[in-house]
């Protein structure tokens, strides 16, 4: 059967006004929150050998990412119970506000969270994990595996996850991938992001602390593994010279300083 001509030009328009079906969700912001900080009284765990016995300040980070309709938290600093009740311990970290509520500010519930991320299991990253238990945690399979001191796991058996082998894209268009990373702990990851007007970023976690010790490629002595430390350093050394990133270091406090706070963010 012919189509008449009127007929097909009105399905030709309706082609054209139809949104592509190709369309596809993209990176649009990364928000940058102090989640804790603390002043170590001897940096030298850190930086062996050097400037031992100086006090440092340390500053934590959490990130939230929007990528179309979903939200990704990247590490979630230290626990939000320490705002209400901030530890007496000389050293110990604090926080001068809480995750759940810088969230709020931007408008954003822990329940909106589809992903919730972390580098590694150390205390200053995972203090607020449960905040979002219906996120689907991803992490590497050999942190998730590694236990405590005591054999307990590390991470609740309950929460949804996604166990990683290294490397992974999470959105599936290059613009949000973990970066495999081991050293500081078994199964440590960084985060490279790709947004459309700031470039890349390379967000560190703990595989290097500070800007020293990148520049040198000093491994703390606290460190799990000194060889795979400084293999991971040279893999987001490469990753820099191909992609051109930024590289934050999540605790240096200098850098920190000259990062944007909520409400602005990054595109």
């Known amino acids: 059967m012919r189509m008449r001509p009127d007929a097909i030009m009105c399905f030709l328009l309706l082609l054209l006004a139809a949104p592509p079906a190709c369309a596809q969700a993209k990176l649009e912001r990364l928000y940058a929150i102090e989640c804790g900080e603390r002043t170590a009284p001897d940096v030298a765990p850190w930086t062996p050998g050097v400037n031992v016995g100086k006090p440092i300040d340390f500053v934590?980070?959490?990130?939230?990412?929007?990528?179309?309709?979903?939200?990704?938290?990247?590490?979630?600093?230290?626990?939000?119970?320490?705002?209400?009740?901030?530890s007496t311990e000389p050293g110990a970290w604090k926080r001068k506000s809480t995750l759940k509520g810088d969230l709020e500010k931007i408008g954003v519930k822990p329940s909106d969270v589809k992903f919730v991320a972390v580098s590694h299991s150390h205390p200053d990253h995972v203090g607020n994990v449960e905040l979002f238990a219906q996120a689907t945690l991803l992490v590497q399979?050999?942190?998730?595996?590694?236990?405590?001191?005591?054999?307990?796991?590390?991470?609740?058996?309950?929460?949804?996850v996604k166990l990683l082998d290294g490397d992974y894209d999470v959105f599936g268009d290059g613009s949000v991938r973990m970066v495999a990373t081991p050293g500081h702990t078994p199964g440590?990851?960084?985060?490279?992001?790709?947004?459309?007007?700031?470039?890349?970023?390379?967000?560190?976690?703990?595989?290097?602390?500070?800007?020293?010790?990148?520049?040198?490629?000093?491994?703390?002595?606290?460190?799990?593994?000194?060889?795979k430390t400084v293999a991971s350093m040279q893999k987001l050394?490469?990753?820099?010279?191909?992609?051109r990133a930024q590289l934050w270091i999540n605790h240096d406090k200098p850098q920190s300083a000259t990062i944007k706070r909520p409400p602005e963010f990054y595109q």
Request: aromatic share 8%.
């Open 60 to 86: 934590d980070n959490c990130y939230l990412l929007k990528h179309g309709d979903d939200w990704l938290v990247w590490d979630t600093g230290v626990a939000d119970a320490l705002f209400a009740t901030p």
């Open 188 to 227: 440590h990851q960084s985060l490279l992001v790709a947004l459309p007007s700031t470039g890349a970023v390379l967000l560190s976690g703990d595989a290097v602390h500070l800007q020293d010790n990148w520049t040198a490629r000093r491994v703390p002595a606290i460190n799990a593994d000194k060889d």
């Open 141 to 160: 399979r050999a942190e998730y595996e590694w236990p405590n001191a005591n054999g307990t796991p590390r991470f609740v058996a309950t929460h949804p």
């Open 237 to 243: 050394a490469d990753l820099i010279g191909q992609t």
